[in-house]
């Protein structure tokens, strides 16, 4: 089932900067898809129509096969939430739970529902023991997971984040990913996820859509589109860092690899595949 369509979108800011220019993207229910790009893609400003917060100049979106200008904004934000790059951009209260409680509260939900809310979307994102705590005293990293927690307080059935995990520590990014994996995959939760960082799709992502020069460049699985360095190169990009590595060794007369490993474990399996392969050629006897 398609969630979201977007049908030759163009979009044009005030001072004239041309943002998008003709996006084409279906978002299924269920999925966990990266929106890749370089800086100036047109990342944030695509997902800023995705809910609403920006009006397409030409072109449709479209969300559960409605126009989404068909909708008030209070329907809008209780099926598609969004995450902000920035702490600072979304946290507005002075403590986590009043933050956290935020969204409910202007949905008219009674005092013991806006509660539970509040505190499923704490133990959600790992911070129910944070509740009282002032917004100014948390970490870079304990702010991105609050703002999760009040998207996730509304309910909402998509979920879009903006570089969730720039400016964190690979603890925090490992925090945060665990966090996405669980609700994408427990929660049936589906998800948006801008990003640059290549390294994270091949872990947690089903789909990728690379933007170049506010266009849809590229789309496919990570093992589709992570196939071609010299391509990703034109579009400001890299391969995952383990995939690098193998590229470097693929083509050598010892290394005959012919799709690209992405993690780890799949750089492991190959390479024992390979090792094994060798050491029975070098053991079996000679046929004549």
Known sequence: MIKIKVEDLIYKYPDGTQALNGVNIDVVKGEFIAVLGANGSGKTTLLKHFNGLLKPASGLVVLDNIEL???????????????????NDQLIAPTVEEDVAFGPTNLNLSYDEIVSRVNNALE???????AK??????????????????????EPEILILDEP???LDPEGVKSVMKILNDLNKEKGITIIHATNSVDLVPF????????DKGIIAQEGTPQEV??????????KLELPQIAQLMEALRGKEKFPIDSLPLTIGQ?????????????????????S
């Open 165 to 167: 995990t720039s400016g």
């Open 204 to 211: 947690h992502m089903d789909r990728v859509a690379i933007m």
């Open 267 to 287: 750089a492991r399996q190959e390479l024992s595949h390979l090792i094994n392969t060798e050491d029975n050629a070098l053991v079996s006897p000679e046929i």
């Open 133 to 154: 705590k002032a917004i100014h005293a948390l970490s870079y990293g304990q702010s991105k997971r609050i703002c999760i927690a009040g998207i996730l307080a509304m």
């Open 124 to 130: 959600l994102v790992k911070m129910k023991e944070f």
């Open 226 to 235: 992570f196939t071609d360095s010299k391509k990703l190169e034109g579009l």
């Open 69 to 87: 200008n068909e909708f008030n904004s209070g329907d809008v934000f209780r099926k598609v939430g969004m995450v902000f790059q920035d702490p």
